[in-house]
């Protein structure tokens, strides 16, 4: 996967709600082949705002059937890309674009019949619309049940796209919206997805013995709850796929304090290998991430939400230990393999050797 950015135009931008765009991206056809996606992918986005370079990941909501780039961008307060987003940028507008990536999906087999359930909050529809609309295209015989929350019915992210395609496919796929600032007269429709919704959706709504795949999509406090009640149901690992929109910043802070305090005073070089090239410098033990400190001092490596959820920064520990504040970006065999998120590495040897290029 290339880790380089390239300058697209932005072919169309629409809202699907007052407050999130869908950006279209026109990828002309000489890059198309590098663009090439899988559903459930996201695309990183870079571009200067106010003299600061500021990049973020947004999960691809188009189906790669369909042969075009569409990110939905939903503005949160004091978000600085998504208020550039819908705010600022126009049509024609060109902006940086790194391509696909991502571990969110399970592959198509057009052979199988396999029951899906999925379960999204607000913007975590955008993956699962590409994820929902590519199964059902791609294998006739399959079914997805949605279980999605949102505030209000006017908040509801990509409703007419849900709605066409429940239309299509009218016999294998059915939508349950959630809203937590409406009431409606079906209680278990109302508030967010709880223990006890959980008991009745898997009770009288999705049976728990028949559904091949999971894929959930939201805040950690609803994906960790859902994931939870599947594994004491004893729904395998291999079963259940989830993609953190945003992460629990409290807990890596505190674990941060901690090292901070250990290590204080004791010195780490830290040697990266990149592109062929090696740099080395010295930092403190226990304090800052080793991106951060190579950016700091003018190194160029990759990276996109420095939140240890989209792997951009991976790269392999050769020599010496660090402490992990936060490591979702990383499967089971990569973790084994020796392989690190280096936004959320802290070093707490004496010596460090990080290497990007294997
Ligand atoms: S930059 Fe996303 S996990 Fe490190």
Same mark, same amino acid.
Request: hydrophobic fraction near 40%; include cysteine.
């Given at each position: 996967? =290339?880790? *380089? ?8 931008? %629409?809202?699907? #709600? ?33 003299? *600061? ?33 819908? %705010? ?5 507008? +060109? ?10 999906? +399970? ?30 295209? =791609? ?15 006017? #908040? ?29 007269? /079906? ?17 009288? /709504?999705?049976? /728990? %013995? ?63 290998? *990149?592109?062929?090239?090696?740099? +080395? ?30 792997? #951009? ?17 990383? *499967?089971?065999?990569? /973790? ?23």
């Amino acid at each position: 996967m =290339s880790k *380089e950015f390239y300058p697209i135009s932005v072919k169309s931008i %629409d809202n699907t #709600t007052d407050d999130c765009v869908i950006i279209s991206l026109d990828v002309p056809s000489d890059l198309k082949k590098i663009f090439s996606f899988i559903q459930g992918q996201y695309l990183t986005l870079k571009t200067m705002i106010n003299g *600061e370079e500021v990049r973020r990941s947004y999960s691809l909501c188009s189906s790669p059937l369909d042969s075009e780039w569409k990110v939905g961008i939903k503005k949160v307060p004091d978000g600085k890309f998504s208020s550039f987003a819908n %705010d600022i940028l126009k049509e024609r507008d +060109t902006i940086e674009v790194m391509p696909p990536d991502g571990n969110f999906y +399970t592959p198509i087999d057009v052979n199988q019949k396999r029951n899906y359930a999925a379960f999204a909050a607000g913007s975590g529809i955008t993956p699962m619309l590409s994820i929902i609309k590519t199964h059902l295209a =791609s294998e006739p015989k399959s079914t997805f049940k949605l279980f999605y929350v949102n505030q209000k019915a006017s #908040t509801v992210i990509l409703k007419e796209e849900l709605e066409a395609l429940k239309n299509l496919y009218m016999d294998r796929f059915e939508i349950y919206y959630f809203l937590t600032k409406q009431q409606r007269s /079906i209680p278990f429709l109302n508030g967010r997805i709880d223990q006890e919704k959980l008991e009745i959706i898997f009770k009288s /709504i999705c049976n /728990i %013995d028949n559904t091949d795949h999971y894929f959930i999509c939201g805040p950690e406090a609803m994906i960790h709850l859902i994931n939870d009640y599947l594994k004491v149901a004893k729904v395998s690992d291999e079963q259940i796929h989830f993609e953190l929109f945003g992460t629990d910043n409290k807990v890596a802070d505190q674990k941060k304090e901690v090292l901070a305090a250990s290590f204080k005073g004791k010195v780490c070089d830290l040697t990266i290998i *990149e592109g062929g090239k090696q740099m +080395t410098i010295q930092m403190e033990q226990g304090a800052n991430n080793v991106l951060d400190e190579a950016l700091n001092n003018s190194a160029d490596l990759p990276f996109a939400c420095k939140g240890g959820v989209c792997a #951009t920064c991976k790269a392999k520990l050769v020599e010496g230990n660090v402490d992990m504040l936060l490591s979702y970006g990383l *499967e089971p065999d990569e /973790i084994e393999a020796g392989y690190i998120l280096t936004c959320q590495a802290i070093p707490t040897s004496e010596k460090l050797v990080v290497d990007f290029d294997v």
